[in-house]
């Protein structure tokens, strides 16, 4: 069974700083795929970053990077220079790689509820 | 206008009633998902396509319908059977289910009255 855990339901940070959310993920698969997805209050999910478990190199855009611990399976994201538009839900995302009767499915933390405040 | 639509955007259901969510795509995207979600709580899927009149139960099927008569077109039913139907759903698409990242639709909210 796969599993993603997001210890923590909210965080707040200043606008300009730097915040970093958690997720553990639990799989014994060796191919597969993390997501970060944001949600903010109009309720359409948006890609933030994706990394592909294959690749050392932590995935990055703009402000936005990973931290990905394969040993300790470990994804946490680190937002930069924190705008007040980055207010959002934020859930972490994993998905088996190459064929099999998963066909590409989800799975989801229950998210991690960031605001930044002026 | 490229993307995926769902419509409508809020949708009130009388208990015993069945109703449909559409879910609309023209990204020529093969793979297509329902997710139900609820406060607190992570996205969960309903059903999956990765082909035309090709459809899995995901972990909370039980209640819902499907139909995948064209690639565009993944539409839900709610059915009666669905004893806690109001939430949010989410419908997502992706080119290639095995390797691509899912993109998602608005969402409906469905409330049952």
């Known amino acids: 069974a796969q599993t993603v855990t997001q210890s923590q339901p909210e965080m707040s940070v200043q606008e300009a700083e730097t915040v970093t959310l958690s997720c553990t993920y639990d799989t014994s698969e060796s191919n597969y795929y993390l997501f970060w997805y944001k949600q903010p209050p109009s309720r359409q999910m948006i890609l933030v970053i994706r990394?592909?478990?294959?690749?050392?190199q932590n995935a990055t855009e703009n402000r936005f990077s990973v931290n990905f611990q394969k040993a300790a399976k470990s994804f946490s994201l680190k937002i930069s220079d924190s705008q007040l538009g980055d207010t959002a839900m934020y859930f972490c995302?994993?998905?088996?790689?190459?064929?099999?009767?998963?066909?590409?499915?989800?799975?989801f933390g229950r998210g991690t509820q960031l605001t930044v405040w002026p | 206008d490229g993307g995926i639509t769902q419509s409508p955007k809020y949708l009130f259901r009388k208990e015993g009633q069945n109703v449909t969510l559409s879910c609309e795509q023209n990204?020529?995207?093969?793979?297509m998902y329902w997710y139900r979600q609820d406060p607190g709580q992570g996205l969960r899927l309903i059903y999956y396509?990765?082909?035309?009149?090709?459809?899995q139960k995901g972990d909370i099927a039980e209640g819902y319908s499907v139909s995948r008569e064209k690639k565009e077109s993944f539409p839900l039913t709610v059915t009666s059977a669905q004893k806690n139907p109001t939430a949010f759903y989410l419908c997502?698409?992706?080119?290639?289910?095995?390797?691509?990242?899912?993109?998602f639709g608005p969402g409906t909210r469905l409330t049952v009255l």
């Open positions: 990394q592909e478990a294959y690749k050392q």
């Open positions: 990204l020529n995207h093969d793979a």
């Open positions: 396509s990765q082909i035309v009149n090709d459809f």
């Open positions: 997502a698409t992706a080119s290639r289910p095995s390797t691509d990242t899912q993109y």
């Open positions: 995302a994993f998905r088996i790689g190459g064929r099999g009767s998963t066909l590409g499915r989800l799975y």
